[in-house]
């Protein structure tokens, strides 16, 4: 069989990258509404993301089985330590994101819905790239750029 091109590496990233966004967006917002209200529950994750209970409980079971969260039958639903950790670099990767649109003029409700499609999907070295160009435009007197 043939080395894999460039785009087979690029493509084969992105479903990768696919699989593990759901997992993300569910760690952060229960870390978010655990914050919020002290607990989060089926039905506050229905509501956030607006879909189903079936969907959410299905979603709660991956990551029950991967070990990023803990419930029981009718009792909230709690991170373990790898999705507090998974939860936090999410959040810090969004920041990153949207910190370097908002730089670079995006306007906010559009660099809003973006950073939350790129920040799962961006590597690590345009990260890096991301958050060293921002600092480089607040330093340049672009005060629209909040500090990560």
Same mark, same amino acid.
């Given at each position: ?6 785009? /087979?590496? /690029? ?12 997992? #993300? ?13 002290? +607990?989060?529950? +089926? +039905?506050? =994750?229905?509501?956030? *993301?607006?879909?189903?209970? !079936?969907? !959410? ?5 991956? =990551?029950?089985?991967? %070990? ?28 990153? +994101?949207?910190? *370097?649109?908002?730089?670079? %003029?995006?306007? #906010? %409700? ?26 480089? =435009? ?11």
């Amino acid at each position: 069989m043939p080395d894999p091109s460039p785009s /087979a590496d /690029a493509h084969r990233r992105t479903r990768r990258d696919h699989a593990a966004e759901t997992a #993300e967006d569910y760690v952060e917002a229960i870390d978010d509404l655990t914050q919020e209200a002290g +607990v989060c529950r +089926v +039905v506050d =994750l229905a509501k956030r *993301f607006a879909v189903s209970h !079936v969907t !959410v409980t299905r979603t709660v079971t991956r =990551l029950v089985r991967d %070990g990023l969260a803990e419930t029981e039958p009718y009792a909230p639903i709690r991170l373990t330590p790898k999705g507090k950790r998974l939860a936090s670099a999410a959040r810090k990767r969004h920041g990153i +994101v949207l910190d *370097f649109l908002r730089a670079i %003029g995006v306007r #906010e %409700g559009v660099a809003l819905i973006d950073a939350e499609g790129i920040e799962h999907h961006v590597s690590a070295e345009t990260l890096r790239r991301f958050a060293e160009l921002t600092l480089q =435009l607040r330093s340049a007197g672009n005060e629209k750029v909040s500090a990560h």
